[in-house]
């Protein structure tokens, strides 16, 4: 017997689809702030601020002091009574003396270019020396690198005569390169580059080398922009190194027209004797530029302490 109807199977029942959940994110732990001073706790905290304070106003007192004297009269800047607010009030007569018997404007174009091709020169090539002890191997480097960091510990004053000797050989005397040349021998900044250079990764070097990099490609292009906050910290200490430098451009030059701020400024003399505005109007004039350099580029040198490379930022 045969039948064409075909037997119904019974189908389950769809289950209920339970609500999608989305992952749960895993927690981020809690960031915990980290205290400047030393302890946790209020009193501490307090203590710690006032101590700092107190050091902050005593690192500030000479230079408000420079600063109200550079604005007196010198009868004024002589008188002890009226140390706070003078007198005869405030006035740009130091100022105005020293602009007057200087020529600033010479003085300050020449510390500009001097100092400027000081760091530029002085930051080549110890960032060039410093990625040669990191990231190279030749013989000597040992020895060599002791050599430098004992370099270190001889102060440029001893060097004064050896150098003026050699620019003497040279016939470098009264010009720009004589001034220039002997400053930009920098050991320290030789040694703090190295460092740097020894805490960036190596696997970018190994990167850079498959993809057919030299050393010179490798120093240029990969860690130089990762190097930019140190760099350019190294570069504001040395600049401002250079700026300051009175002993050897007083030494080296004596032509008036080579004359930078520091030196210019101590041949601006009154035969009254110590004329105390001008002085400080002087000093004033001469720390301006480098108070504004500092403003502008001050977040570099927190960078470079705060960011170990990577990013390049």
Not at 118 to 136: K, N
Not at 155 to 169: A, R
Not at 212 to 218: K, L, M, Q, S, V
């Amino acid at each position: 017997m045969t039948s064409t109807d075909a037997p119904v199977r019974s189908t389950p029942a769809p289950r209920a689809r339970r609500p999608v959940t989305p992952p749960r994110r895993p927690r981020r732990p809690e960031r915990t702030q980290s205290n400047l001073t030393l302890g946790a706790g209020r009193t501490t905290r307090v203590l710690a601020l006032a101590v700092l304070a107190v050091a902050a106003l005593v690192w500030l007192l000479p230079m408000a002091w420079a600063l109200l004297t550079a604005f007196k009269s010198e009868q004024d800047a002589s008188d002890p009574l009226h140390w706070l607010w003078p007198e005869h009030g405030f006035t740009l007569d130091g100022f105005s003396t020293v602009w007057e018997r200087g020529d600033l404007p010479l003085w300050m174009l020449n510390s500009l270019l001097i100092s400027a091709a000081v760091t530029a020169i002085t930051v080549l090539v110890s960032a060039m020396a410093g990625y040669a002890f990191s990231r190279t191997l030749f013989a000597g480097r040992r020895w060599l690198f002791a050599l430098t960091i004992a370099a270190v510990l001889v102060p440029p004053q001893i060097l004064i005569v050896p150098w003026f000797q050699q620019m003497l050989t040279l016939h470098l005397l009264d010009t720009y390169a004589a001034v220039i040349l002997p400053q930009t021998v920098a050991p320290v900044m030789v040694f703090i580059l190295k460092k740097h250079f020894d805490s960036l990764p190596k696997e970018l070097e190994e990167a850079a080398r498959i993809d057919g990099a030299g050393h010179w490609r490798i120093f240029w292009s990969v860690l130089l922009p990762l190097s930019r906050p140190m760099l350019a910290a190294v570069a504001i200490f040395v600049f401002i190194g250079a700026w300051n430098n009175f002993l050897w451009p007083f030494v080296s030059t004596s032509d008036p027209s080579l004359m930078t701020l520091p030196v210019g400024i101590t041949s601006v003399k009154d035969a009254y004797g110590i004329q105390y505005a001008q002085s400080m109007a002087s000093a004033v004039l001469a720390a301006l530029p480098l108070v504004v350099v500092f403003v502008f580029f001050q977040r570099h040198i927190v960078k470079s302490v705060a960011t170990t490379g990577l990013g390049g930022q």
